[in-house]
Structure formats: C-alpha cells, structure tokens
C-alpha cells in the first residue's frame, strides 16, 4: 500500500476511535437517561414530601424522564437516608435531606446508622420553611411582647408543644428559651401535624412551626401568629414582627429542606442535577406553589449548601449538648 493511503487510512481508523470516545463519553453524561428515583423519609402528605413532588413533577417535565417519589419514613428520617446512602452512586437515586436528617441526627444519636458528610454529596438547597410563634385563638395573648412577659412571670408553668424531640420546631423554641430567659415544659409528638392540631384546640397553649404545617390553621384563624424566626418579616405574614424587631436578633430558625446524592456520585452528574432542580424549582408555577406552603425557594450551588450545613452545624450541636439530648 502506498505510504499516503496508509497515512490517510490509519488518521481515518484514529478519526474513528476519537469519535468512539467522544461518542461514549457523551452517552456516559446523557443525563438522566432514565427514571430518577426520589426517596422522601416522611410519609405521604408531610410537608416535605408535597414539596418533593412539587419540584419532581416540573422536573420530569423539563428532563424528559419520570421521577419516582419514594416514601421511607421512619427511624427519625433514618430509614430513608440508610436506603438511599445504599444506592448506587450514578445520579438516579436523590434524597430529601432536611436539617434533621444532616445537621441534628449526628448530634442526637451517638450510634446513627449513616453519616452525613461521609454517605452523600450535597446537590443543593430546596428551600427553607421559617418558623412561626403561634398560639391558640383561646389565648389572651395578643402580641410575641406579651407572652415573652408572661411565660418570664410564671416559669416552669407554660406548656409548648412540638413535632417531637430534636425536631426544628424543637429546637427553635429551645432557642427561643435561652435567648428570651425562659423556662417552658416541651410536650413532644410524633410529628407536627398532631401538634398544630392540639395547640388550634386548647390543649396546649403555644408551638414554633413552620407555615406549611400551620397555614391553613392560620388562614382560618384557628392560629395567631406572634412573630417570625426570620431575619425579615414573611411575605405571607406581613403584619407579623421578626424577633429582631423584639430585640431577640439570635432566635432565627427554619427548617432547611436540600437534596443529596449517594457519596461518589460523579461531579458532572452533581451539577447537571442541581441545575435542572435550579430551574425546576424557579418555574413561575412551582414557586408559586411553593410560596403557598410557606417555603422559601432556593437552589443553591453544592458548595453554597455544603457551606450552610457546616454552618448550621456549628450553631445548633453546641445548644444540643447543653440541653443533654439524646434519641439514643
């Protein structure tokens, strides 16, 4: 064979084997490729899991592939971080992380069954859900001033209820508490909704939630709101104060809601995740939604929520050891 052609033809078979390559690569990043499993540790109808499926759907749309919702409550969201720290790490199985989940569990069990910084990759923030001082329509009190001067005159003497042990709304009144001097008794349940339902009734006279527990409470006036763990006053609560503006600046709480992948999980396939959830999330319809909830939208990079978490970390570990808890 003449040296010409032989150049041309080995330059041709090389052509071909970077095309190959370049070929595979791209079919190794084509993602998603198939359905994307969304595994949520709260039961059907909680808050998280509402707004998982509200961003899943918008983002089955704009992906061209189906996302599975996937309910495994339990074990204080446990259950459903142990499966999904068991998956593989290719990017189509995801979490709803919330702070429970990556920022309180480490600090309230000394023999959790994963670990946060060593079985997943953050993806991004969802968003977050502020939480809200509310008392009963029974109550007479009026205003956050009022019942901070009460609950100081009668320590020991008023009751609060929350979603349970180590939960935010938990941990936003023990805040509360030690940023105001107070001393309150904790009426723990087994999840907010239960709890909402008793403090609209009577049973109990004061909780911190979050709106997308509480709103519907609100809104029929079975709920007054007092004021909000915010660093500003809510858009769906205009007239409500911050407690900054009661001179309590620290008592700033939310629920943070995030998404996680299995540690591993390829860096490429990190962000292309985060940036369709990104978008899904700001859709003008679900952030609609979502304002309805109460939530605050986010979609942050994963380097800013991995910042927030170690931030969130450092600020609520020290008041977890000073109260002893412990769910052990």
Known sequence: MP?????????????????GV??????????????IRWIVPYPAGAGADIVARTISAQL??????????????????????????????????????????????????RNLSYNPSRDFAPVTLLGRLPMVLLVGPASGVKDARAFIDDARAFPGKVSYASAGTGSPQHLAMELLEREARLEMVHVP?????????????????????????????????????????????????PRVPTFAELGLPRVEAAALMGLVVPAGTPGEIVSRLQQSVASAIHNP?????????????????????AALLRGESARWHPLIRDLNLSLD
């Open 3 to 19: 040296r010409r052609s032989l150049l041309l033809q080995l330059a041709s078979m090389a052509a071909l084997a970077a095309l």
């Open 22 to 35: 370049h070929r595979a690569a791209r079919a190794q990043f084509a993602y998603p490729a198939k359905a």
């Open 60 to 109: 089955a749309v704009d992906a061209g592939q189906s996302v599975v919702i996937e309910n495994r409550a339990g074990g204080n969201t446990a259950l459903g971080a142990m499966e999904a720290a068991r998956a593989p790490a290719d990017g189509y199985t995801v979490l709803s992380a919330d702070s429970g989940t990556l920022v309180f569990n480490p600090a309230l069990y």
């Open 189 to 237: 349940y087994r999840s907010a909704a239960p709890a909402v339902a008793d403090v609209a009734g009577g049973q109990v006279p004061v909780m911190m939630c979050d709106l997308a527990a509480s709103r519907r409470f609100i809104q029929s006036g079975r709920l007054r709101p007092l004021a909000v763990a915010h660093p500003v006053r809510l858009a769906q609560l």
């Open 285 to 305: 319809a679900v952030l609609r939604r979502l304002a309805e909830y109460g939530v605050e939208p986010a979609g942050d990079a994963p380097s800013q929520f």
